[in-house]
């Protein structure tokens, strides 16, 4: 499955980014699909998850209240809405995908896509 992010830039603290994964596998609109950052010298983060048909979401503590996760199936893209930013959630964030929601939203993902960079400056 081929993942590409979007919607990166350099923001100050307290502003907003919306990122979009987009792809063209058809099977898009019946994956579980999720968000994960990585910041330099750091382990990679789960941030937020929507189960298919965009009814379930799941999200860090961290980013919880000020990140949105969502999807338009019909587009075959999958947004995440960031509000409030911090110089904390600098990172590179990337999209990956899955078949269900399984037990935990945050683990058994398997693609990812490329990279879109978020940097806050504070």
């Known amino acids: 499955v081929q993942l590409q992010a979007s919607g990166g830039g350099l923001v100050q603290a307290g502003g907003s980014l919306r990122l979009s994964c987009a792809t063209s596998?058809?099977?898009?609109?019946?994956?579980?699909v999720a968000w994960f950052c990585q910041a330099p010298g750091k382990e990679r983060e789960f941030v937020a998850a929507?189960?298919?048909?965009?009814?379930?979401?799941y999200y860090a503590s961290s980013v919880k209240g000020r990140f949105t996760i969502s999807r338009d199936n019909a587009k075959n893209t999958v947004y995440l809405q960031m509000n409030s930013l911090k110089p904390e959630d600098t990172a590179v964030y990337y999209c990956?995908?899955?078949w269900g929601w399984g037990a935990d939203p945050t683990t058994g993902y398997d693609s990812r896509g490329q990279g879109t960079q978020v940097t806050v400056s504070s």
């Open positions: 990956a995908v899955k």
């Open positions: 596998e058809r099977a898009f609109g019946a994956r579980t």
């Open positions: 929507i189960n298919w048909s965009g009814t379930t979401t």
